[in-house]
């Protein structure tokens, strides 16, 4: 819990920052001249409306045709009485993708996800920027649910593959979840 709360505090300081400095653009990248490069993804505080607080912030780690991702996402009901249909839900690809899409629901969350991918075939720029083929690896943990228990940490993991087009994106995908479970996912345009 101890975690969450300076997680949401950092994020918390990281919207405040961006009030101040308006003028710094996001994401920020950095080149090295052997063609690596980190993207720092601007932490975004997605709601904090009185009931409902949520952010989430990434990093990405780019060499070549290969990209290492890290995202964390996160949101608490600052204790108050949120609705039940304003609760926070995991489960789906890349959001615990071994879990059905949003099977796990609740007034607290957070999650992590690390992720690596690799551009396999590079498209024409007209065509849109290629075909990719990676893996996540994904921890989540929901508490305070009115029809979910809370979970502790669940593990899950993905295989994918997906193109980006100039017609959208298009993604398949196997999740592999704790105890065997396991999903299969086709997804065309953006979820």
């Not at 961006?18 to 710094?24: F, I, L, M, N, S």
């Not at 991702?69 to 009901?77: F, K, P, Q, R, T």
């Not at 009485?81 to 099977?103: K, N, V």
């Not at 899950?156 to 993604?171: D, E, H, Q, V």
Request: hydrophobic content about 40%; aromatic content about 12%; overall charge negative.
């Amino acid at each position: 819990m101890k975690f969450f709360l300076f997680a949401v505090a950092l994020l918390l300081v990281a919207g405040t920052c961006r009030a101040q400095a308006p003028d710094v653009a996001w994401p920020r990248e950095v080149k090295a001249a052997d063609g690596t490069s980190i993207t720092v993804y601007q932490p975004q505080l997605e709601a904090w409306d009185g009931v409902r607080l949520e952010g989430q912030a990434a990093v990405a780690l780019s060499f070549g045709e290969h990209t290492v991702n890290v995202a964390l996402h996160g949101g608490s009901d600052v204790h108050t009485d949120m609705p039940a249909y304003d609760t926070f839900t995991l489960g789906g690809p890349l959001r615990l993708s071994g879990y059905r899409i949003e099977e796990f629901s609740g007034r607290r969350m957070g999650f992590g996800r690390l992720m690596y991918y690799n551009r396999t075939i590079r498209f024409p720029d007209i065509l849109g920027s290629g075909m990719y083929a990676g893996a996540s690896l994904e921890a989540g943990r929901m508490n305070g649910g009115d029809t979910t228990a809370d979970t502790g940490t669940v593990w899950s993991g993905s295989l994918f593959i997906s193109a980006n087009t100039f017609a959208g994106p298009a993604y398949f995908g196997a999740g592999l979840g704790e105890g065997g479970r396991y999903t299969l996912y086709l997804l065309i345009g953006a979820p």
